[in-house]
C-alpha cells in the first residue's frame, strides 16, 4: 500500500473513532470525545440548570436602539429574558472623572447587583462578555478574579476568558519599582481581560422562524483568529472620544460578531462614549444601553450620528 494511501486511511479512521482524554500529557484533538474529561469527579455537581425559562420576550419597540439615563442596578425597562448578549466595561472605581470613590466590598456590591440584573434580562443561552483590569500593586486586587466567583455564584457558566494583549499600543510605563534589582521589581500589566459567560445553555438554539432573519456575520479568518484567547487590539484614545475611558470599537465588534446573529439585542449596562451601540448598528444587531450621565448620553448620541457611516471592519 502507498505511504499516502495508508496515511489517508489512518486520517479516516482518527476521524470516525475521535481521539479521548489522554491519560498521559496532551494530545490532538479530533471529532474529540470529551465523555471521560466531563464524567471525572472535577465536574461533579457542576450541571447545566434546565430549570430556566426557555421563553423569549420581546423587547418594547420604543427602547429598542435607546440609551437610558439610570443606574443599570435596576433595568426596570428590560423585559425578563429579552436580551441576547451584554458586551460592557465597568466604571473602575479608580478615581476618573465619573467614579464614585466606594470601599471595594461597595464596588463589587454594585457590579453583582448590575450582573444580577443582566441575568434576569439574558435569554437562555444569551452571553455575557466583561471587559476589566486587574488594579494597584501594594497588593494587587484581582478584579478579573473576584468578578470571575462573582459571576459563577450568580449562576452563569463561565465559557472562558480573552487576554487583551495591549502591548502594542500601550503607554511604556516605567514604574518598574526597583531598576534591575530583585529587591522589589514591579509587572506593569500590558493585558486587560474579557471574561464570557452564558446564561444556561452554551449553545444558541434559533428557532425555525428565527432561521429567516437572524444570520452570522463572522468571516472565516476571523473566526478562526478571534477563537483563540489571546487578542492584540489597540487601545483607544481618551482625549480623541472625549471619555475617560472608551474601549475600541474592534472589542465589541469582535464579540459581537463571535456571540450573537444579526437582528439581535445588544446590551450595554455601563454605555459611556457609546462604543458598543456603534458597533452594533453597523453589525446589523440592536442595542439597549444604561449610563448615569446624561453627558456621556449626549456624547454617545453624537459618536452614533457622526461616525456610523465611517467605521469600516475588516
Ligand atoms: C468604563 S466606562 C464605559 C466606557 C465604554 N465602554 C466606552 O467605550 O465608552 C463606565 C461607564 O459607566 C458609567 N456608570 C457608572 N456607574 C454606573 C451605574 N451604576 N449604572 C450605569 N452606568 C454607570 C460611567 O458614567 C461610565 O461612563
Known amino acids: 500500500m502507498g505511504r499516502t494511501l495508508a496515511r489517508k486511511?489512518?486520517?479516516?479512521?482518527?476521524?470516525?473513532?475521535?481521539?479521548?482524554?489522554?491519560?498521559?500529557?496532551?494530545?490532538?484533538?479530533?471529532?474529540?470525545?470529551?465523555?471521560?474529561?466531563?464524567?471525572?469527579?472535577?465536574?461533579?455537581?457542576?450541571d447545566l440548570d434546565n430549570s430556566i425559562n426557555q421563553n423569549e420576550n420581546p423587547l418594547p419597540e420604543h427602547i429598542i436602539n435607546r440609551m437610558i439615563c439610570s443606574s443599570a442596578e435596576h433595568m426596570k425597562e428590560l423585559p425578563d429574558?429579552?436580551?441576547?448578549?451584554?458586551?460592557?466595561?465597568?466604571?473602575?472605581?479608580?478615581?476618573?472623572?465619573?467614579?464614585?470613590?466606594?470601599?471595594?466590598?461597595?464596588?463589587?456590591n454594585m457590579l453583582q447587583k448590575v450582573f444580577e440584573e443582566t441575568y434576569r434580562v439574558l435569554v437562555t443561552g444569551g452571553r455575557a462578555c466583561i471587559n476589566i483590569a486587574?488594579?494597584?500593586?501594594?497588593?494587587?486586587?484581582?478584579?478579573?478574579?473576584?468578578?470571575?466567583?462573582?459571576?459563577?455564584?450568580?449562576?452563569?457558566?463561565?465559557?472562558?476568558e480573552i487576554i487583551w494583549n495591549k502591548s502594542a499600543s500601550a503607554g511604556s510605563s516605567t514604574a518598574w519599582g526597583s531598576w534591575m534589582s530583585a529587591s522589589n521589581p514591579t509587572l506593569r500589566d500590558v493585558h486587560e481581560y474579557i471574561l464570557i459567560f452564558s446564561k444556561g445553555d452554551y449553545k444558541r438554539n434559533l428557532k425555525k422562524k428565527e432561521k429567516e432573519y437572524k444570520k452570522n456575520t463572522i468571516s472565516r479568518?476571523?473566526?478562526?483568529?478571534?477563537?483563540?484567547?489571546?487578542?492584540?487590539?489597540?487601545?483607544e484614545s481618551a482625549k480623541k472620544i472625549?471619555?475617560?475611558?472608551?474601549?475600541?470599537?474592534?472589542?465589541?465588534?469582535?464579540?459581537?460578531?463571535?456571540?450573537?446573529?444579526t437582528n439581535d439585542i445588544i446590551l450595554d449596562p455601563f454605555m459611556g462614549s457609546g462604543t458598543t451601540a456603534l458597533a452594533a448598528l453597523k453589525l446589523e444587531r440592536n442595542f439597549v444601553g444604561y449610563d448615569v450621565s446624561e453627558e456621556y448620553i449626549q456624547l454617545a448620541q453624537k459618536r452614533i450620528a457622526i461616525h456610523l457611516n465611517q467605521i469600516k471592519f475588516i
Do not use: C, Q
Not at 488594579?135 to 457558566?157: A, V
Open 9 to 46: 486511511i489512518i486520517s479516516l479512521m482518527k476521524k470516525k473513532n475521535g481521539t479521548s482524554t489522554s491519560s498521559f500529557g496532551t494530545n490532538g484533538r479530533e471529532n474529540h470525545n470529551s465523555t471521560k474529561f466531563y464524567t471525572s469527579r472535577l465536574y461533579e455537581g457542576i
Open 221 to 235: 479568518d476571523n473566526f478562526m483568529a478571534w477563537t483563540k484567547s489571546i487578542w492584540e487590539m489597540n487601545t
Open 242 to 261: 472625549g471619555h475617560p475611558a472608551p474601549f475600541p470599537v474592534e472589542l465589541p465588534r469582535r464579540l459581537i460578531e463571535l456571540y450573537s446573529f
Open 134 to 160: 486587574n488594579l494597584g500593586r501594594k497588593p494587587y486586587i484581582p478584579l478579573s478574579d473576584y468578578i470571575s466567583r462573582m459571576m459563577i455564584e450568580i449562576g452563569y457558566n463561565m465559557r472562558g
Open 81 to 108: 429574558n429579552s436580551i441576547h448578549l451584554m458586551i460592557t466595561s465597568p466604571p473602575y472605581n479608580v478615581s476618573k472623572e465619573y467614579d464614585e470613590d466606594l470601599s471595594l466590598s461597595e464596588y463589587l
